[in-house]
């Protein structure tokens, strides 16, 4: 079974610019969540994907925008980058969107800096 | 509004102590309870949850609905428990999203 799986590593942008993060969900996983990280702090929910389709958002702009594939991989697109946007960006998958105690299966995170 | 609070950033303890890690939630339906862990260069995962009811690695954590507490215990502190430890709660909402505190720092002394 294959974890979950992110790329790049780490990203280095400037003020302005776009970047698009990618992740590789778990065997079987149908459901992908995006998380932010700010230095200090704990995960902050930016969006979930199911089935290709948004199902739910928390409180980010709208520069912040994702993708599902078929297969359920995923991208993070963020465009008009940010100081701010500093951050380890963490992908989750999880199987389904409604079990009570869905488990969420975390990658290693990209970790963007933006100059 | 949902919101997790870990209050102590930073908690030291030696070996063989009891530990306790503090996480306080505000929600007002019926919140999901978890704590998370990252050990050193490993990603984050999922340690216990509320509902299950189980111990893990020593570990267990008990709903205080009155209170709105879901501390993290464990009696006696091994090195090895040294990590981040994150309270989250799933709420309301179709995506379930995980909101989590801000993490508390254990570190077990030899």
């Known amino acids: 079974e294959t974890g979950v799986t992110q790329s790049p590593t780490h990203l280095i942008k400037t003020r302005g610019q776009q970047v698009t993060l990618r992740c590789s969900s778990q065997?079987?996983?149908?459901?992908v969540s995006w998380y932010q990280q700010a230095l200090g702090q704990g995960p902050q929910f930016i969006f979930q994907?199911?089935?290709?389709?948004?199902?739910g958002r928390g409180n980010f702009p709208p520069r912040f925008s994702g993708l599902q594939f078929p297969n359920y991989s995923s991208e993070l697109n963020v465009n008009a980058l940010e100081l701010d946007d500093s951050a380890l960006y963490l992908c989750?998958?999880?199987?389904?969107?409604?079990?009570?105690?869905?488990?969420?299966?975390f990658g290693p995170g990209t970790r963007l800096t933006v100059l | 509004a949902q919101r997790v609070t870990q209050p102590e950033k930073l908690l030291s303890v030696f070996k063989g102590a009891p530990v306790e890690l503090k996480c306080n939630y505000s929600?007002?339906?019926?919140?999901?309870l978890f704590w998370y862990v990252q050990y050193s260069r490993q990603r984050l995962q999922l340690l216990l949850r509320?509902?299950s009811r189980e111990s893990i690695k020593g570990f267990t954590a008990d709903l205080n609905k009155g209170e709105t507490s879901f501390h993290l215990k464990k009696p006696f502190a091994q090195e090895e428990d040294s990590a981040m430890y994150y309270c989250?709660?799933?709420?309301?909402?179709?995506?379930?999203?995980?909101?989590f505190g801000s993490g508390t720092q254990l570190t077990v002394l030899p």
């Open positions: 989750a998958s999880s199987f389904s969107i409604a079990p009570k105690y869905n488990e969420q299966f």
């Open positions: 065997s079987g996983h149908n459901t």
């Open positions: 994907y199911y089935r290709e389709e948004e199902n």
């Open positions: 929600y007002s339906g019926s919140p999901e």
């Open positions: 509320h509902i």
């Open positions: 989250a709660l799933s709420g309301g909402g179709s995506a379930r999203q995980l909101t």
